[in-house]
């Protein structure tokens, strides 16, 4: 682990954006075909959170993830009409109130919006990538293979929606993993540390989509933290090795799999999926000063 004095992470924290209610199927496990239960099922989740974790440095703010739009749920153009509308309305409900724009959330820990410098998506689906807008003073980065993906035809067909990606003034980082060489990471042999100082490194972990990435978080005075986008709705789903209902099954498996032996290699590995509702709680359980109670923010001490 990096030395505390050297460390550039003051603290952790995460908000949500509002919440969202999915088909069990989709949290999984299911056998059954995804456009069979998408179309079929008429049970749902309850609310779930939709998470943006938020990381303090010396020089900023970093987010990994920005949310859902408010105007998802405001405005009736806001999604693609005809067979592929019905699709997203089958797909998922959203709740998100006034004060749930990623603006307002950070306001509400106390950070301003223009104090974040970089933000990381894990994926190119709407609800991780709702804060947009609000964030061209900041470089936004994604994977090169998420990218590839997005520029393929018909995206919103894949959950891409380009009307809402593809917005003017937004700066684009590109990142292709490519060889580490750190035995802490096994199984993972490519990445791509953020900044070059080890404490922020993103791992390719497809399968929700081609270019999921996760970032792990090391620091000198808590567990590592491993923030994983879609790979899962819930971290003890995770650790048995089971996987959700949507994305490509076999990526979903060796991902998983892959990260369940990183967690072997890191004792005390925490999981924080974008929509387990568990997550919050475990951020905050963290000892060594990160903040993670949802919304609620306390200085570091280190």
């Known amino acids: 682990m990096r030395n505390g004095a050297t460390s550039t992470i003051k603290q952790v924290s995460v908000v949500s954006t509002g919440r969202v209610s999915i088909h069990p199927e989709h949290v999984g496990p299911t056998r059954k075909p995804m456009y069979w239960w998408l179309f079929t099922s008429r049970r749902w989740t309850p609310p779930l959170p939709i998470n943006v974790y938020v990381i303090e440095r010396g020089d900023g703010l970093v987010l990994f993830d920005t949310g859902q739009d408010r105007a998802s ?10 067979i592929t509308g019905v699709m997203y309305d089958r797909l998922a409900r ?10 307002g959330r950070l306001a509400t820990i106390g950070y301003d919006i223009a104090d974040v410098h970089t933000a990381v998506l894990s994926h190119l689906h709407q609800d991780h990538i709702g804060g947009l807008r609000e964030l061209t003073h900041a470089e936004i980065v994604v994977s090169g293979e998420e ?9 919103e067909l894949r959950g891409l929606l380009r009307s809402h990606i593809d917005l003017p003034g937004l700066r684009w980082r590109h990142v292709d993993p490519g060889p580490i060489d750190d035995p802490r990471l096994a199984p993972f042999t490519t990445g791509h540390d953020l900044f070059g100082d080890g404490d922020l490194v993103l791992l390719p972990t497809p399968g929700h989509t081609p270019g999921s990435l996760s970032l792990l978080v090391r620091g000198a005075v808590h567990p590592p933290l491993l923030m994983v986008g ?10 048995e090795g089971l996987v959700p209902g949507v994305g490509e099954r076999r990526q979903l498996n060796d991902t998983t799999k892959a990260i369940n032996t990183l967690r072997e290699q890191n004792p ?16 905050a359980a963290v000892s060594g000063g990160f903040a993670g109670k949802q919304e609620v923010r306390s200085r570091a001490t280190g």
Not at 73 to 82: A, I, L, Q
């Open 73 to 82: 749920v405001t405005d009736p153009g806001y999604f693609p009409g005809g």
């Open 94 to 103: 959203f709740d998100i109130g006034p004060a749930d724009t990623l603006r």
């Open 147 to 155: 990218w590839r993906s997005f520029q393929e035809p018909l995206p």
């Open 230 to 239: 879609d790979l899962t709705y819930d971290a003890r789903l995770l650790q």
């Open 268 to 283: 005390g590995l925490v999981i924080l999926p974008a929509h387990d509702p568990g997550a919050a709680a475990r951020l």
